[in-house]
Protein backbone atom coordinates (compact mmCIF):
# COMPACT_ATOMS: atom_id res chain seq x y z
CA UNK A 1 0.00 0.00 0.00
CA UNK A 2 0.98 3.28 -0.99
CA UNK A 3 0.95 6.36 1.40
CA UNK A 4 -1.09 9.01 -0.36
CA UNK A 5 2.17 11.41 -0.70
CA UNK A 6 2.57 9.83 -4.41
CA UNK A 7 -1.17 10.72 -5.55
CA UNK A 8 -2.58 13.28 -7.81
CA UNK A 9 -3.18 14.98 -4.46
CA UNK A 10 -0.55 15.31 -3.20
CA UNK A 11 1.15 16.40 -6.60
CA UNK A 12 -1.16 19.14 -7.19
CA UNK A 13 -3.03 20.10 -3.63
CA UNK A 14 -5.92 21.99 -4.14
CA UNK A 15 -7.05 20.69 -7.49
CA UNK A 16 -10.42 19.99 -5.57
CA UNK A 17 -11.07 22.67 -3.35
CA UNK A 18 -14.47 25.11 -3.89
CA UNK A 19 -15.30 28.30 -2.22
CA UNK A 20 -18.57 29.90 -2.32
CA UNK A 21 -18.89 33.08 0.39
CA UNK A 22 -18.06 31.75 3.91
CA UNK A 23 -17.25 27.82 2.73
CA UNK A 24 -14.77 26.32 1.50
CA UNK A 25 -14.22 22.31 0.38
CA UNK A 26 -11.58 20.22 -0.34
CA UNK A 27 -12.02 16.43 -1.66
CA UNK A 28 -8.07 15.91 -2.83
CA UNK A 29 -7.80 13.54 -0.30
CA UNK A 30 -11.36 11.23 -1.65
CA UNK A 31 -11.39 8.06 -3.53
CA UNK A 32 -12.61 9.99 -6.66
CA UNK A 33 -10.79 11.76 -8.89
CA UNK A 34 -11.21 15.37 -11.59
CA UNK A 35 -11.17 12.11 -14.19
CA UNK A 36 -14.50 10.66 -12.19
CA UNK A 37 -15.82 14.49 -11.81
CA UNK A 38 -15.26 15.36 -15.23
CA UNK A 39 -17.11 12.13 -16.37
CA UNK A 40 -19.83 12.60 -14.71
CA UNK A 41 -20.47 16.07 -16.22
CA UNK A 42 -21.45 14.01 -19.13
CA UNK A 43 -23.11 10.83 -17.30
CA UNK A 44 -26.78 10.01 -17.55
CA UNK A 45 -26.94 11.03 -13.37
CA UNK A 46 -25.81 14.66 -13.95
CA UNK A 47 -28.49 14.81 -16.74
CA UNK A 48 -31.06 13.91 -14.28
CA UNK A 49 -29.55 16.13 -11.33
CA UNK A 50 -29.87 19.29 -13.89
CA UNK A 51 -33.56 18.35 -14.66
CA UNK A 52 -34.34 17.95 -10.92
CA UNK A 53 -32.60 21.16 -10.05
CA UNK A 54 -34.51 23.22 -12.96
CA UNK A 55 -37.77 21.07 -11.63
CA UNK A 56 -37.52 22.21 -8.77
CA UNK A 57 -36.79 25.50 -8.69
CA UNK A 58 -39.70 26.28 -11.32
CA UNK A 59 -42.14 24.34 -8.61
CA UNK A 60 -42.40 21.38 -11.28
CA UNK A 61 -43.24 18.01 -8.85
CA UNK A 62 -40.38 16.57 -7.90
CA UNK A 63 -42.15 14.34 -5.06
CA UNK A 64 -43.94 12.27 -7.13
CA UNK A 65 -45.08 9.64 -4.71
CA UNK A 66 -46.84 12.70 -3.32
CA UNK A 67 -47.25 14.38 -6.30
CA UNK A 68 -45.88 17.60 -4.94
CA UNK A 69 -43.03 20.57 -5.90
CA UNK A 70 -40.65 20.89 -3.13
CA UNK A 71 -40.75 23.87 -1.79
CA UNK A 72 -38.62 24.74 1.03
CA UNK A 73 -36.29 26.82 -0.46
CA UNK A 74 -39.30 29.62 -1.48
CA UNK A 75 -38.67 30.55 2.21
CA UNK A 76 -35.75 31.99 1.99
CA UNK A 77 -36.21 33.12 -2.09
CA UNK A 78 -39.02 35.49 -0.82
CA UNK A 79 -36.88 37.81 0.54
CA UNK A 80 -33.71 37.07 -0.76
CA UNK A 81 -34.77 37.30 -5.07
CA UNK A 82 -31.43 39.32 -5.59
CA UNK A 83 -29.52 35.80 -4.92
CA UNK A 84 -30.97 33.99 -7.67
CA UNK A 85 -29.66 34.27 -11.02
CA UNK A 86 -33.26 33.89 -12.57
CA UNK A 87 -36.86 34.85 -11.66
CA UNK A 88 -38.21 31.30 -9.71
CA UNK A 89 -41.79 30.36 -9.27
CA UNK A 90 -43.88 28.22 -7.29
CA UNK A 91 -47.44 27.92 -8.38
CA UNK A 92 -49.55 25.56 -5.98
CA UNK A 93 -53.26 24.98 -7.69
CA UNK A 94 -52.79 28.75 -8.62
CA UNK A 95 -51.69 30.04 -5.25
CA UNK A 96 -48.16 31.30 -5.53
CA UNK A 97 -46.34 29.95 -2.15
CA UNK A 98 -43.56 32.56 -2.38
CA UNK A 99 -45.78 35.34 -2.01
CA UNK A 100 -47.14 33.28 0.54
CA UNK A 101 -43.94 32.88 2.29
CA UNK A 102 -43.45 36.67 2.00
CA UNK A 103 -46.85 37.13 3.51
CA UNK A 104 -46.45 34.44 6.25
CA UNK A 105 -42.96 35.77 6.75
CA UNK A 106 -43.90 39.77 7.47
CA UNK A 107 -46.75 38.32 9.92
CA UNK A 108 -43.96 36.37 11.73
CA UNK A 109 -41.76 39.48 12.18
CA UNK A 110 -44.47 41.78 13.61
CA UNK A 111 -45.70 39.34 16.00
CA UNK A 112 -42.02 38.80 16.95
CA UNK A 113 -41.54 41.79 17.14
CA UNK A 114 -44.42 42.71 19.66
CA UNK A 115 -43.56 40.30 21.68
CA UNK A 116 -39.70 40.72 21.98
CA UNK A 117 -40.55 44.60 22.83
CA UNK A 118 -43.02 43.65 25.21
CA UNK A 119 -46.38 45.15 23.50
CA UNK A 120 -47.93 41.81 23.45
CA UNK A 121 -48.17 40.86 27.10
CA UNK A 122 -49.57 38.11 29.33
CA UNK A 123 -53.27 38.40 30.60
CA UNK A 124 -51.53 40.68 33.58
CA UNK A 125 -49.61 43.12 31.29
CA UNK A 126 -46.29 41.72 31.62
CA UNK A 127 -43.69 40.57 29.05
CA UNK A 128 -43.48 37.17 28.04
CA UNK A 129 -40.09 35.64 29.48
CA UNK A 130 -40.35 32.15 28.16
CA UNK A 131 -41.16 29.94 25.28
CA UNK A 132 -42.23 26.20 25.62
CA UNK A 133 -41.70 24.64 21.79
CA UNK A 134 -43.47 21.82 20.96
CA UNK A 135 -42.95 19.55 17.55
CA UNK A 136 -41.06 16.22 17.15
CA UNK A 137 -38.72 15.61 14.04
CA UNK A 138 -38.69 18.01 11.37
CA UNK A 139 -40.61 20.65 13.94
CA UNK A 140 -37.97 20.36 15.86
CA UNK A 141 -34.60 19.26 15.23
CA UNK A 142 -34.01 22.54 13.03
CA UNK A 143 -35.18 25.26 15.61
CA UNK A 144 -33.27 22.93 18.10
CA UNK A 145 -30.29 23.41 16.06
CA UNK A 146 -30.36 26.95 15.20
CA UNK A 147 -31.33 27.85 19.13
CA UNK A 148 -28.24 26.41 20.29
CA UNK A 149 -25.68 27.65 17.46
CA UNK A 150 -27.60 31.25 18.31
CA UNK A 151 -27.48 30.94 22.22
CA UNK A 152 -23.76 29.69 21.70
CA UNK A 153 -23.09 32.92 19.31
CA UNK A 154 -24.16 34.88 22.12
CA UNK A 155 -26.76 36.99 19.34
CA UNK A 156 -30.05 37.38 21.76
CA UNK A 157 -29.20 40.27 24.05
CA UNK A 158 -28.99 40.17 28.10
CA UNK A 159 -33.14 39.93 28.51
CA UNK A 160 -33.46 37.43 25.28
CA UNK A 161 -36.08 35.03 26.09
CA UNK A 162 -36.04 31.39 27.66
CA UNK A 163 -36.87 28.79 25.79
CA UNK A 164 -37.09 25.08 26.46
CA UNK A 165 -38.11 21.93 23.61
CA UNK A 166 -40.40 19.20 24.21
CA UNK A 167 -40.39 16.49 21.55
CA UNK A 168 -40.81 13.05 23.20
CA UNK A 169 -43.65 11.35 24.76
CA UNK A 170 -41.09 10.38 27.50
CA UNK A 171 -42.46 12.52 30.01
CA UNK A 172 -39.24 12.90 31.14
CA UNK A 173 -38.52 15.94 29.05
CA UNK A 174 -41.23 17.08 29.32
CA UNK A 175 -41.03 17.62 33.18
CA UNK A 176 -37.43 19.06 32.96
CA UNK A 177 -38.80 21.58 30.22
CA UNK A 178 -41.88 22.97 32.72
CA UNK A 179 -38.99 22.96 35.49
CA UNK A 180 -37.33 25.73 33.97
CA UNK A 181 -40.59 27.80 33.39
CA UNK A 182 -43.76 29.46 34.18
CA UNK A 183 -46.94 29.18 33.40
CA UNK A 184 -48.24 33.32 32.94
CA UNK A 185 -45.41 34.13 31.34
CA UNK A 186 -44.67 31.05 28.79
CA UNK A 187 -45.63 31.45 25.04
CA UNK A 188 -46.35 27.69 24.15
CA UNK A 189 -45.51 27.06 20.51
CA UNK A 190 -47.17 24.05 18.73
CA UNK A 191 -45.09 22.93 15.50
CA UNK A 192 -46.20 20.31 13.39
CA UNK A 193 -46.83 20.16 9.73
CA UNK A 194 -49.82 18.05 9.63
CA UNK A 195 -51.21 18.90 13.25
CA UNK A 196 -51.85 14.99 13.33
CA UNK A 197 -48.78 13.96 15.29
CA UNK A 198 -49.37 11.38 18.39
CA UNK A 199 -46.27 12.74 20.22
CA UNK A 200 -46.95 16.62 19.98
CA UNK A 201 -50.60 16.65 20.18
CA UNK A 202 -50.73 14.32 23.37
CA UNK A 203 -47.78 16.84 24.42
CA UNK A 204 -50.34 20.28 23.81
CA UNK A 205 -52.95 18.66 25.35
CA UNK A 206 -51.26 18.35 28.53
CA UNK A 207 -49.50 22.09 28.19
CA UNK A 208 -53.34 23.24 27.91
CA UNK A 209 -54.20 21.47 31.49
CA UNK A 210 -50.58 23.37 32.95
CA UNK A 211 -51.39 26.91 31.28
CA UNK A 212 -55.09 26.65 32.96
CA UNK A 213 -53.44 25.43 36.06
CA UNK A 214 -52.25 29.47 36.28
CA UNK A 215 -55.67 30.48 35.88
CA UNK A 216 -58.73 30.78 33.26
CA UNK A 217 -56.88 33.45 30.69
CA UNK A 218 -53.75 32.35 30.36
CA UNK A 219 -54.28 29.37 27.66
CA UNK A 220 -55.81 31.75 25.65
CA UNK A 221 -53.03 34.40 24.63
CA UNK A 222 -50.33 32.28 25.07
CA UNK A 223 -51.10 29.56 21.97
CA UNK A 224 -49.30 29.63 18.58
CA UNK A 225 -49.14 27.49 16.08
CA UNK A 226 -46.93 26.64 12.98
CA UNK A 227 -48.48 24.40 10.48
CA UNK A 228 -49.62 23.29 7.07
CA UNK A 229 -53.02 22.73 8.53
CA UNK A 230 -54.57 25.76 10.04
CA UNK A 231 -58.29 24.28 10.12
CA UNK A 232 -56.71 21.64 12.72
CA UNK A 233 -54.93 24.62 14.39
CA UNK A 234 -57.66 25.82 14.99
CA UNK A 235 -60.01 22.97 16.19
CA UNK A 236 -57.73 23.04 18.86
CA UNK A 237 -58.09 26.51 19.93
CA UNK A 238 -55.60 28.05 19.19
CA UNK A 239 -56.24 31.61 17.52
CA UNK A 240 -56.48 32.29 13.45
CA UNK A 241 -53.95 35.23 14.01
CA UNK A 242 -51.73 33.33 15.73
CA UNK A 243 -51.30 30.66 13.33
CA UNK A 244 -48.26 30.37 11.29
CA UNK A 245 -48.86 28.64 8.02
CA UNK A 246 -46.41 27.35 5.66
CA UNK A 247 -46.83 25.27 2.41
CA UNK A 248 -47.73 21.75 1.97
CA UNK A 249 -44.68 21.98 -0.58
CA UNK A 250 -42.22 22.56 2.84
CA UNK A 251 -40.99 18.89 3.98
CA UNK A 252 -40.72 18.91 7.56
CA UNK A 253 -37.03 18.21 7.76
CA UNK A 254 -36.51 20.79 5.74
CA UNK A 255 -38.86 22.92 7.14
CA UNK A 256 -36.72 25.10 9.39
CA UNK A 257 -36.46 27.95 7.25
CA UNK A 258 -40.21 29.00 7.81
CA UNK A 259 -42.98 28.94 10.61
CA UNK A 260 -41.72 26.35 12.83
CA UNK A 261 -38.65 28.42 14.02
CA UNK A 262 -40.82 31.43 15.17
CA UNK A 263 -39.36 30.59 18.70
CA UNK A 264 -35.83 30.66 17.56
CA UNK A 265 -37.07 34.28 16.54
CA UNK A 266 -38.55 35.44 19.40
CA UNK A 267 -35.32 34.34 21.67
CA UNK A 268 -32.89 35.80 19.24
CA UNK A 269 -34.68 38.19 17.07
CA UNK A 270 -35.75 38.95 13.33
CA UNK A 271 -32.26 40.44 12.27
CA UNK A 272 -30.28 37.10 13.44
CA UNK A 273 -33.10 35.03 11.04
CA UNK A 274 -32.85 37.20 8.16
CA UNK A 275 -29.02 36.69 7.92
CA UNK A 276 -29.61 32.73 8.17
CA UNK A 277 -32.39 32.58 5.57
CA UNK A 278 -29.54 35.01 3.18
CA UNK A 279 -26.88 32.71 3.54
CA UNK A 280 -29.45 29.75 2.51
CA UNK A 281 -30.06 32.17 -0.27
CA UNK A 282 -26.16 32.36 -1.61
CA UNK A 283 -26.72 28.20 -1.71
CA UNK A 284 -29.26 28.04 -3.92
CA UNK A 285 -27.61 31.19 -6.04
CA UNK A 286 -24.90 28.82 -6.75
CA UNK A 287 -26.61 26.21 -6.93
CA UNK A 288 -28.50 27.43 -9.88
CA UNK A 289 -25.85 28.90 -11.44
CA UNK A 290 -22.79 26.40 -11.19
CA UNK A 291 -22.20 23.49 -13.36
CA UNK A 292 -21.52 20.05 -11.40
CA UNK A 293 -17.37 20.52 -11.21
CA UNK A 294 -18.28 24.12 -9.87
CA UNK A 295 -20.75 22.95 -7.26
CA UNK A 296 -20.12 22.21 -3.74
CA UNK A 297 -23.13 20.51 -2.69
CA UNK A 298 -23.28 18.23 -6.67
CA UNK A 299 -19.37 17.63 -5.80
CA UNK A 300 -20.20 16.35 -2.11
CA UNK A 301 -22.94 13.82 -3.51
CA UNK A 302 -20.80 12.77 -6.51
CA UNK A 303 -18.43 11.76 -3.92
CA UNK A 304 -21.11 10.49 -1.50
CA UNK A 305 -22.13 7.95 -4.44
CA UNK A 306 -18.82 6.87 -5.89
CA UNK A 307 -18.12 6.29 -2.37
CA UNK A 308 -21.62 3.89 -2.02
CA UNK A 309 -20.41 2.44 -5.30
CA UNK A 310 -17.35 1.39 -3.69
CA UNK A 311 -19.40 -0.45 -0.32
CA UNK A 312 -18.72 2.68 1.64
CA UNK A 313 -22.13 3.00 3.05
CA UNK A 314 -20.87 5.06 6.47
CA UNK A 315 -20.62 9.10 6.54
CA UNK A 316 -18.52 10.25 9.67
CA UNK A 317 -19.12 13.51 10.69
CA UNK A 318 -17.06 15.65 13.25
CA UNK A 319 -17.20 19.70 12.93
CA UNK A 320 -14.58 20.47 15.23
CA UNK A 321 -16.47 23.31 16.89
CA UNK A 322 -18.50 22.69 19.93
CA UNK A 323 -21.25 25.37 19.09
CA UNK A 324 -22.52 22.79 16.21
CA UNK A 325 -22.72 19.64 18.39
CA UNK A 326 -26.56 19.27 17.56
CA UNK A 327 -25.29 19.49 13.80
CA UNK A 328 -25.13 15.80 13.73
CA UNK A 329 -28.67 14.79 15.06
CA UNK A 330 -30.33 17.49 12.76
CA UNK A 331 -28.57 16.56 9.49
CA UNK A 332 -29.20 12.42 10.26
CA UNK A 333 -32.67 13.19 9.92
CA UNK A 334 -32.03 15.45 6.93
CA UNK A 335 -29.87 12.93 5.21
CA UNK A 336 -31.72 9.70 6.36
CA UNK A 337 -35.11 10.35 6.11
CA UNK A 338 -34.69 11.61 2.72
CA UNK A 339 -32.37 9.05 1.07
CA UNK A 340 -32.96 5.79 3.14
CA UNK A 341 -35.13 4.32 0.56
CA UNK A 342 -35.95 0.64 -0.80
CA UNK A 343 -37.25 1.86 -4.31
CA UNK A 344 -36.13 4.32 -7.02
CA UNK A 345 -38.75 7.02 -8.57
CA UNK A 346 -40.07 4.10 -10.95
CA UNK A 347 -40.90 1.50 -7.66
CA UNK A 348 -38.10 -0.78 -8.78
CA UNK A 349 -36.32 -2.44 -5.88
CA UNK A 350 -32.80 -0.97 -5.38
CA UNK A 351 -30.50 -3.60 -4.53
CA UNK A 352 -27.48 -1.47 -2.97
CA UNK A 353 -27.58 0.97 -0.29
CA UNK A 354 -28.35 4.45 -1.06
CA UNK A 355 -28.00 6.16 1.85
CA UNK A 356 -24.71 6.12 3.87
CA UNK A 357 -25.36 5.95 7.40
CA UNK A 358 -24.76 9.87 8.44
CA UNK A 359 -23.20 10.03 11.99
CA UNK A 360 -20.42 11.59 14.54
CA UNK A 361 -19.53 13.62 16.82
CA UNK A 362 -17.36 17.39 17.66
CA UNK A 363 -13.73 17.07 17.43
CA UNK A 364 -11.68 16.14 19.36
CA UNK A 365 -14.12 14.57 21.29
CA UNK A 366 -14.78 11.77 18.71
CA UNK A 367 -10.91 11.03 18.74
CA UNK A 368 -10.57 10.34 21.92
CA UNK A 369 -13.71 7.64 21.34
CA UNK A 370 -14.83 5.84 17.94
CA UNK A 371 -12.29 7.48 15.57
CA UNK A 372 -9.95 3.97 16.86
CA UNK A 373 -12.52 1.86 14.31
CA UNK A 374 -12.16 4.11 11.77
CA UNK A 375 -8.19 4.38 11.85
CA UNK A 376 -7.89 0.39 12.26
CA UNK A 377 -11.06 -1.73 11.27
CA UNK A 378 -11.89 -2.71 8.42
CA UNK A 379 -15.30 -1.26 7.97
CA UNK A 380 -15.38 1.14 5.29
CA UNK A 381 -16.15 4.96 6.44
CA UNK A 382 -15.80 8.24 4.63
CA UNK A 383 -14.86 11.02 7.11
CA UNK A 384 -16.03 14.43 6.76
CA UNK A 385 -14.29 16.94 9.39
CA UNK A 386 -15.45 20.33 9.71
CA UNK A 387 -13.31 23.49 11.29
CA UNK A 388 -13.96 27.05 11.28
CA UNK A 389 -11.18 29.23 10.69
CA UNK A 390 -12.19 32.50 13.28
CA UNK A 391 -13.25 31.24 16.29
CA UNK A 392 -15.53 33.80 18.83
CA UNK A 393 -13.09 34.08 21.17
CA UNK A 394 -9.43 35.28 21.92
CA UNK A 395 -7.92 32.18 23.14
CA UNK A 396 -5.33 31.61 20.16
CA UNK A 397 -3.56 28.89 21.29
CA UNK A 398 -6.74 26.54 22.26
CA UNK A 399 -7.95 27.14 18.69
CA UNK A 400 -4.77 26.67 17.30
CA UNK A 401 -4.60 22.99 19.45
CA UNK A 402 -8.23 22.56 18.09
CA UNK A 403 -7.15 22.83 14.52
CA UNK A 404 -3.69 21.03 14.64
CA UNK A 405 -6.28 18.10 15.79
CA UNK A 406 -8.67 18.24 12.29
CA UNK A 407 -5.93 18.69 9.97
CA UNK A 408 -3.87 16.17 11.85
CA UNK A 409 -6.83 13.40 11.40
CA UNK A 410 -7.19 14.46 7.71
CA UNK A 411 -3.72 13.35 7.00
CA UNK A 412 -3.81 10.37 9.25
CA UNK A 413 -7.08 8.90 7.63
CA UNK A 414 -5.68 9.38 4.56
CA UNK A 415 -1.78 8.83 4.77
CA UNK A 416 -1.86 6.37 7.72
CA UNK A 417 1.18 5.20 9.15
CA UNK A 418 3.13 2.04 7.58
CA UNK A 419 5.50 -0.43 9.53
CA UNK A 420 8.74 -1.10 8.60
CA UNK A 421 9.72 -4.45 7.53
CA UNK A 422 11.45 -4.66 10.92
CA UNK A 423 7.94 -3.59 12.51
CA UNK A 424 5.98 -6.27 10.61
CA UNK A 425 8.12 -8.90 11.85
CA UNK A 426 7.55 -7.88 15.10
CA UNK A 427 3.55 -8.84 16.19
CA UNK A 428 3.39 -6.50 18.57
CA UNK A 429 4.12 -3.37 16.65
CA UNK A 430 2.41 -4.61 14.13
CA UNK A 431 -0.62 -3.73 16.33
CA UNK A 432 0.49 0.46 15.56
CA UNK A 433 -0.29 0.14 11.57
CA UNK A 434 -2.71 2.43 10.44
CA UNK A 435 -3.40 1.20 6.35
CA UNK A 436 -4.72 5.12 5.88
CA UNK A 437 -6.51 5.10 2.32
CA UNK A 438 -9.83 5.86 4.37
CA UNK A 439 -11.68 8.88 2.18
CA UNK A 440 -11.67 11.95 3.87
CA UNK A 441 -12.98 15.43 2.99
CA UNK A 442 -12.47 18.54 4.23
CA UNK A 443 -15.17 21.81 5.09
CA UNK A 444 -13.98 25.00 6.22
CA UNK A 445 -15.91 27.86 7.31
CA UNK A 446 -14.78 31.42 7.70
CA UNK A 447 -16.53 32.39 10.66
CA UNK A 448 -19.70 30.17 12.02
CA UNK A 449 -22.20 33.32 11.71
CA UNK A 450 -26.57 33.08 11.10
CA UNK A 451 -25.14 33.62 7.24
CA UNK A 452 -22.43 30.67 7.19
CA UNK A 453 -24.90 28.11 9.04
CA UNK A 454 -27.69 29.38 6.49
CA UNK A 455 -25.29 28.57 3.74
CA UNK A 456 -24.12 25.51 5.62
CA UNK A 457 -27.72 24.27 6.05
CA UNK A 458 -28.87 24.41 3.02
CA UNK A 459 -25.91 23.28 1.37
CA UNK A 460 -26.89 19.87 2.87
CA UNK A 461 -30.46 19.93 2.12
CA UNK A 462 -28.62 20.45 -1.91
CA UNK A 463 -25.92 18.07 -1.20
CA UNK A 464 -29.18 15.37 -0.11
CA UNK A 465 -31.59 16.47 -3.18
CA UNK A 466 -28.48 15.88 -5.47
CA UNK A 467 -27.56 12.75 -4.02
CA UNK A 468 -31.22 11.66 -4.07
CA UNK A 469 -31.65 12.56 -7.85
CA UNK A 470 -28.71 10.89 -9.10
CA UNK A 471 -30.04 7.91 -7.90
CA UNK A 472 -33.27 8.66 -8.75
CA UNK A 473 -34.98 8.08 -5.58
CA UNK A 474 -37.34 10.57 -3.94
CA UNK A 475 -35.68 12.41 -1.12
CA UNK A 476 -38.97 14.75 -0.20
CA UNK A 477 -41.15 10.94 1.34
CA UNK A 478 -40.98 8.78 4.30
CA UNK A 479 -43.54 5.84 4.05
CA UNK A 480 -41.17 3.91 6.11
CA UNK A 481 -42.12 5.73 9.06
CA UNK A 482 -45.94 5.13 8.77
CA UNK A 483 -45.44 1.47 9.40
CA UNK A 484 -44.45 2.28 13.44
CA UNK A 485 -47.20 4.86 13.36
CA UNK A 486 -49.37 2.62 13.05
CA UNK A 487 -48.65 -0.58 14.57
CA UNK A 488 -47.98 2.17 17.86
CA UNK A 489 -51.80 3.41 17.73
CA UNK A 490 -53.06 0.00 17.93
CA UNK A 491 -50.47 -1.06 20.74
CA UNK A 492 -52.05 1.97 23.08
CA UNK A 493 -54.49 -0.45 23.80
CA UNK A 494 -52.89 -3.11 24.99
CA UNK A 495 -49.60 -1.52 26.74
CA UNK A 496 -50.62 -1.46 30.47
CA UNK A 497 -52.92 -0.51 32.18
CA UNK A 498 -54.69 -1.22 28.87
CA UNK A 499 -57.17 -4.00 27.92
CA UNK A 500 -57.15 -5.42 24.60
CA UNK A 501 -54.39 -8.48 24.13
CA UNK A 502 -51.26 -7.44 21.36
CA UNK A 503 -52.24 -9.77 18.24
CA UNK A 504 -48.46 -10.60 17.45
CA UNK A 505 -47.15 -13.14 20.09
CA UNK A 506 -43.90 -11.58 20.53
CA UNK A 507 -45.45 -8.38 21.60
CA UNK A 508 -47.44 -10.35 23.44
CA UNK A 509 -44.69 -11.30 25.21
CA UNK A 510 -43.48 -7.97 26.08
CA UNK A 511 -46.01 -6.94 27.61
CA UNK A 512 -47.06 -9.73 30.16
CA UNK A 513 -43.26 -8.80 30.98
CA UNK A 514 -44.40 -5.34 31.61
CA UNK A 515 -47.52 -6.58 33.54
CA UNK A 516 -45.79 -8.99 36.20
CA UNK A 517 -43.21 -6.34 36.92
CA UNK A 518 -45.65 -3.38 36.96
CA UNK A 519 -46.17 -4.30 40.95
CA UNK A 520 -42.62 -4.55 41.47
CA UNK A 521 -41.69 -1.15 42.15
O1 LIG B 1 -44.39 18.17 11.72
P1 LIG B 1 -45.18 16.95 11.94
O2 LIG B 1 -46.29 16.78 10.95
O3 LIG B 1 -45.69 16.87 13.35
O4 LIG B 1 -44.25 15.72 11.72
C1 LIG B 1 -43.15 15.43 12.53
C2 LIG B 1 -42.33 14.32 11.93
O5 LIG B 1 -43.20 13.22 11.76
C3 LIG B 1 -42.70 12.05 11.14
O6 LIG B 1 -41.86 11.39 12.00
C4 LIG B 1 -41.99 12.33 9.86
O7 LIG B 1 -41.27 11.20 9.48
C5 LIG B 1 -41.03 13.49 9.99
O8 LIG B 1 -40.55 13.82 8.72
C6 LIG B 1 -41.74 14.69 10.58
O9 LIG B 1 -40.84 15.74 10.67
Request: charge should be negative; include cysteine; charged fraction near 15%.
Amino acid sequence: MKPSSTTTSALNPGYLSRSIGPLHINLDRQLYNISHVLSFEQSEANQRLSSFIQKMFSGQVVNGTEQRPAGHWALRAACNAQAYPAPVSLLVNGRDEIELARQVQEHMQLFVEQVRSGRYTTPDGVRYDSILHLGIGGSDLGPRLLNDVFSKLELGGEDAMKIRFAANVDFHEMKAALAALNPKTTLVVTASKSFSTRETLHNAQHIFKWLDSAGPDYRGKALVAATCKPSKAMELGIPPERIFEFSETVGGRYSLWGPVSIGVRMVHGNLVFNELLEGAALMDGHVLQSKASQCIPTLLAMSDLYNLEQGVASLMLSPYDSRLSQLVPYLQQLWMESLGKGVNNHGELLYKPSCPILWGDVGTNGQHAFFQMLHQSRIASSVELMAIIHPNHDEEQSHQVLLSHALAQSEAFSVGRLNSMEELADTVNNFKACPGKRPVQMVFMDSLTPYSLGALLAMWEHRTAALAAMQNINPFDQWGVELGKGIAEQLEHSVPPGEAPAENPVTAHFINHFLKNAGQR
